[in-house]
Structure formats: structure tokens, C-alpha cells
């Protein structure tokens, strides 16, 4: 699909770092996460001592889990339009909103669904850590030519 990390159309020069400035996207937001993860000291009984919490690491936790959700969300949506526009898909429901109504509602479906519309899964099974998601020698172009 030739798409940046923010899932618009980029230069060779850009989109093949994607995959590499995705990683590392995840890679900031779960030590961020850690980092900012409340301890909660628990009582006898196991349960979480009030005084003990911190409310300052937790809302950083937490607006540091919603950014990263915007950016999940986000690029499914971009790179779900893409993909309709490239492919001349036309929305079939909730005209003018439908890949952001499907990204919100399930990301896992929208993203099954983008990788049946990108490659043919029957004819050739996915790899793992390639550019394309297909073997090296696979041209995902010349598959819908």
C-alpha cells in the first residue's frame, strides 16, 4: 500500500520505514505504560489501601493509554480509507462514515478485512516479518493486476 506510519500515501524513502516506526511507536507506549503504572500496596485481605495510590501516575497512565489508542484507531481508519479508495470499494452502509463506524466498533475485523482486500490468503499464506506480509518473492501489486 506504499502508507507512512500515520497511514498516508508516502515516498519509498518514508513508507519502508513503516513497519520499523510503527515498532517503535509500541514499543515507547508499553514502557511508557509500565513507567507510569500505579504500584497499589495491597492490605491482608488483598485488597488495594486507598492512601497508598497515587492519583498523579495514574491519569498520566491513563492519557498515556488513550493517546496510543487515538493512534491505533487512527491509522486503521487512514489506512482503511486508503485501501477502499485504491481498490474502488464503495461503502455499502453509513455513507461518509463507514470505515470510521467499523474501526471504532471492531479494529480486529477491519483489520481481517483489510488483509483479505490486500492480498489472496487462499493462494498464498501470510509470512511473518516481511514488508508485505507475503514472501519475499511475492509482488502484492501484480496479484489484483
Known amino acids: 500500500m506504499k502508507l507512512n506510519y500515520r497511514g498516508e500515501p508516502a515516498a519509498y524513502d518514508e513508507w ?10 509500541s514499543i515507547l507506549y508499553y514502557v511508557l505504560n509500565s513507567l507510569t503504572t500505579p504500584d497499589v500496596k495491597l492490605d491482608e485481605n488483598g ?9 498523579t501516575v495514574g491519569t498520566v497512565n491513563n ?7 487515538l493512534y491505533v484507531w487512527y491509522i486503521l481508519y487512514t489506512t482503511r480509507v486508503r485501501i477502499r479508495e485504491r481498490y474502488n470499494i464503495p ?12 474501526t471504532i466498533c471492531c ?4 483489520a481481517a478485512q483489510m488483509a483479505n482486500h490486500t492480498a489472496d490468503y487462499d493462494v498464498i ?3 511473518c516479518c516481511t514488508k508485505t506480509g ?5 509482488d502484492p501489486e501484480a496479484m489484483y493486476e
Do not use: H, Q
Open 47 to 55: 485488597y488495594p489501601v486507598p492512601d497508598t495510590i497515587d492519583p
Open 107 to 110: 479494529g480486529c475485523c477491519t
Open 125 to 127: 499464506r501470510a509470512t
Open 91 to 102: 461503502e455499502e452502509r453509513c455513507a461518509g462514515c463507514e470505515d470510521m463506524v467499523c
Open 134 to 138: 507475503l514472501p519475499e518473492n511475492v
Open 16 to 25: 519502508n520505514k513503516t513497519f520499523r516506526n510503527v515498532w517503535l511507536i
Open 63 to 69: 492519557i498515556v493509554s488513550c493517546i496510543f489508542a
